[in-house]
């Protein structure tokens, strides 16, 4: 039997590699407006400025204690958290100047990965408790891949293979090559019997021979409503070890639920990481704003 897909967690180094590309781009040879302050003490907090799921704390603690390894930062929230608009997040304390220059690159991180976990969060909502699970793809921001992947998972997705190195995945111009969806899958299975193989399929034909191959998983790309209907009927009725399903194509706010209701096992959705909201955020000098109520 094949293994599962990975899931690779925020590694130490990945984070370190992330945060060191964002300050070659941002600080460069130096930062000329920060160097005109007095380096004194301060204080500073982050400020949820839109309701949002938390995501990217790792690489946000990474920008700043790069540049000041004794800062100290205070958490409020925990990262996964549905965080209402005006929580103060978190309490720094630290060398001002480290606080500004690090302060764009901390929020870049923040932004974008909680924007990614946010949409993965209201689609993993919108399937109402079934058991569908909800995937991410490889359509992420470059160089940013495993750090979106983290941020799916931070809103209770799972992550679809990481890349082109730890999956086999068959689609139409693999198989064409092959000669046969069959063949295509032996070889594949005889050049990398330890690799997740996941098959697509165009036809009920193709599903039915993919059902033959024991691969991990089977992507029913495109199929309209009633073809996917009929693609879960087949695969539980004659699929022998029970092959999971996955959807991609067609998949948004307003079809998740549907196709979750018929059953399939995964959904992928390139739009997870692929159009991203950033969440509004802002680190402010000094202490935070008295809350009432």
Known sequence: MSRSLQI???????????????????????????????????????????????????????CHKALDPNVVITWQVEEGDHVRKGTVMALLHGMNRALVSAERPSLNFLQTLSGTATTTAAYVAAIGGRATKVLDTRKTLPGLRMAQKYAVRM?????????????????????RAAGSLSAAAA????????????????????????????????????FDADMRKAAVHIARTEGGSRTPLEVSGGVDMQTIRAIAEDGVDYVSIGALTKHVHAIDFSLKLGPPPVQHG
């Open 8 to 62: 690779v967690p925020p590694l130490p180094e990945v984070v370190a590699e992330d945060v060191a590309k964002a300050f070659r781009e941002d600080l460069g040879s130096g930062d000329l407006t920060a160097s005109l302050l007095p380096d004194a003490p301060d204080s500073a907090y982050l400020l949820c400025k839109e309701d949002c799921v938390v995501a990217g704390r790792p690489w946000f603690d990474a």
């Open 155 to 175: 809103g209770g997705g799972e992550n679809h293979r990481i890349g082109l190195f730890d999956a086999v995945m068959l689609k139409e111009n693999h198989i």
């Open 187 to 222: 070889h594949a299975r005889t050049m990398y019997p330890d690799a997740p193989l996941i098959i697509e399929v165009e036809t009920f034909e193709q599903l039915r021979e993919a059902l033959q191959t024991n691969c991990t998983r089977i992507l029913i790309d495109d």
